[in-house]
């Protein structure tokens, strides 16, 4: 069976990762995106993977530290990657992208709220306003996060499926899924056991970063029912070739 695609951050291969569109041209094809939220200085969730502005905008500064009105005057259209190309692509605010995925009745969503903004702001201060800005769509997300403290408090408080980000060896993390009991678990391929297949649950497994066709097979054989790539578009096109060569 074929795993199910995740855009890792949108159509992050040919668009500014985590921008508006990203997301519009990963839903036009597939269901399932990701995307990484920060919180601004006066608790405005924005779409941003790193809380330094540097990586993807032209911008200096912390998102955390910065008001939200400055925030949208910034251009995030990763000029380091693309040039000028997408000059003029907005920081998304996270309502924004709520606003887009109204547009697209089939798209769901992983909202991954980032470590450094639930240690900054504190846990229950984000969870709270990451909830009220997905409101609009809030039964086609599911709420992401390293902390499994914060998965266990968008459950209690949100009543969303949860996904737990995992930061260490599968095998040894087991007794803490049975605990907690995450309608998904993400973790890079490269951690999985390469010749096992992985502890199975009623959660489904999430691998990333998947851009290799082959790669992806070999997943969903021992287990993943999903793939995370930035390169979602291509990976579905090599995944749909195979697949025609087997009818």
């Known amino acids: ?20 569109p990203a997301l519009a041209a990963a839903w036009r094809r597939l269901t399932f995106a990701e995307f990484d939220v920060q919180l601004s200085a006066d608790g405005v969730p924005f779409v941003i993977h790193d809380a330094d502005l540097g990586r993807t905008t032209r911008a200096a500064g912390d998102v955390r530290l910065t008001m939200s009105g400055p925030l949208d005057g910034v251009h995030a259209g990763e000029p380091a990657r693309f040039g000028s190309r997408h ?54 997300c599911v709420l992401i996060s390293f902390d499994a403290d914060a998965c266990r408090f968008a459950r209690a408080t949100g009543g969303l499926p ?25 973790c890079d391929h490269r951690r999985m056991p390469a010749t096992r297949v992985l502890p199975a649950g009623s959660w489904t497994w999430v691998a990333y970063e998947v851009t290799d066709a082959a790669l992806a097979l070999e997943l969903a054989a021992r287990g993943v029912g999903m793939v995370e790539s930035m390169a979602p578009l291509r990976l579905a096109d090599e995944l749909a070739a195979r697949e025609s060569l087997r009818a």
């Open 162 to 186: 949860v996904g737990w980000v995992l930061d260490g060896d599968p095998l040894q993390l087991r007794p803490v899924l049975d605990l907690m009991q995450p309608e998904y678990v993400f």
């Open 87 to 140: 000059t003029g692509t907005a920081l998304p605010r996270l309502a924004a992208v709520a606003g887009l995925m109204a547009d697209f009745s089939q798209a769901r969503a992983f909202v991954e709220v980032k470590r450094a903004s639930l240690v900054h702001h504190g846990r229950r201060h984000c969870i709270e306003k990451v909830l009220a800005a997905l409101e609009p769509v809030r039964e086609r």
């Open 1 to 20: 069976m074929l795993p199910t695609i995740v855009a890792h951050r949108g159509d992050a291969e040919h668009f500014p990762e985590n921008s508006l």
